[in-house]
């Protein structure tokens, strides 16, 4: 069995009379561990047949909650964190998964022995439903978070006009003052060149004494890639948002 794999169980009911446990610990080549079921109320007759139905009930819905779980976070190991195994994600509580099956105890202050069969199996039925509810609002959480993720590796990967840019731009980059303003400008690689050459009169000079609005000789080249160019430019703080 290969150790990111969890292991198969099989349930048997074996009579405590004549050694029985001991035989099938000698036959069998495989792992045994009792399991320790407390004494429970049954009632009468007409109670263990009524219970019957509920218990039928109850494991369907145990079964399809822990499916789901199980599913939902094998494609979570597989997909985002495959150096951790399985076994060590599936967990009940402090324990792993195979360790509280093989040492199981009852839960006495969980699901009182006091309690009669049925209302146990109404519980753990109640439990498991607010369990799968809790379960698949953080499996959308999950999602919403994964889908946030993606978006910004699509934009860690893309090309410059939709990368976050805070990677690649660095405080040097900027010169800020009452009076300037350093701007950002991600232009095609094949007009790289006519850029520099026409940048600074992308705006109405005005007559002098009148500063330029765009910083003579002020524009540097940033970073590129294959598409595109990323610039900076400085340019008067009153004309920035007509740039």
């Known amino acids: 069995m290969s150790q990111d794999t969890l292991p198969c169980f099989l349930m048997?009911?074996?009579p405590k009379?004549?050694?029985e446990y001991e035989k099938l610990h000698r036959g069998v080549n495989?792992?045994?561990?009792?399991?320790?079921?407390?004494?429970?109320?049954?009632?009468?007759?007409?109670?263990?047949?009524?219970?019957?139905?509920?218990?039928?009930?109850?494991?369907?819905?145990?079964?399809?909650?822990?499916?789901?779980?199980?599913?939902?976070?094998?494609?979570f190991v597989e997909e985002t964190q495959k150096e951790i195994k399985l076994k060590q994600v599936l967990m009940v509580g402090?324990?792993?998964?195979?360790?509280?099956?093989?040492?199981?105890?009852?839960?006495?202050?969980k699901y009182p022995?006091?309690?009669?069969?049925?209302?146990?199996?109404?519980?753990?039925?109640?439990?498991?439903?607010?369990?799968?509810?809790?379960?698949?609002?953080q499996v959308t959480e999950f999602s919403e978070i994964e889908h946030e993720i993606q978006q910004l590796r699509k934009k860690e990967q893309g090309n410059l006009m939709l990368k976050d840019l805070s990677s690649v731009v660095k405080p040097q980059h900027f010169v800020d003052s009452e009076y300037l303003k350093t701007l950002l400008v991600v232009v095609p690689k094949h007009s790289k060149d006519d850029w520099f050459k026409s940048?600074?009169?992308l705006m109405p000079v005005p007559d002098p004494p009148q500063p330029p609005p765009v910083v003579p000789r002020s524009s540097v080249e940033v970073a590129a890639d294959d598409e595109f160019v990323l610039v900076t430019v400085v340019v008067l703080r009153l004309v920035e948002n007509e740039f």
């Not at 004494?39 to 499916?67: F, N």
């Not at 402090?94 to 202050?109: G, I, L, P, T």
């Not at 022995?113 to 799968?132: N, P, R, T, V, W």
């Open 30 to 75: 495989a792992d045994v561990h009792p399991i320790n079921i407390p004494q429970l109320r049954c009632g009468t007759l007409d109670d263990l047949m009524s219970l019957s139905d509920d218990l039928e009930k109850t494991e369907a819905i145990v079964e399809k909650a822990t499916k789901r779980i199980g599913s939902v976070y094998y494609r």
């Open 113 to 137: 022995l006091k309690h009669s069969c049925k209302d146990i199996a109404g519980s753990i039925s109640k439990d498991c439903g607010e369990f799968e509810d809790t379960f698949k609002k």
């Open 94 to 109: 402090s324990s792993e998964a195979e360790h509280y099956v093989c040492n199981f105890r009852w839960d006495d202050s």
């Open 199 to 201: 940048f600074e009169s």
């Open 17 to 19: 009379r004549d050694g």
């Open 12 to 14: 048997v009911a074996v």
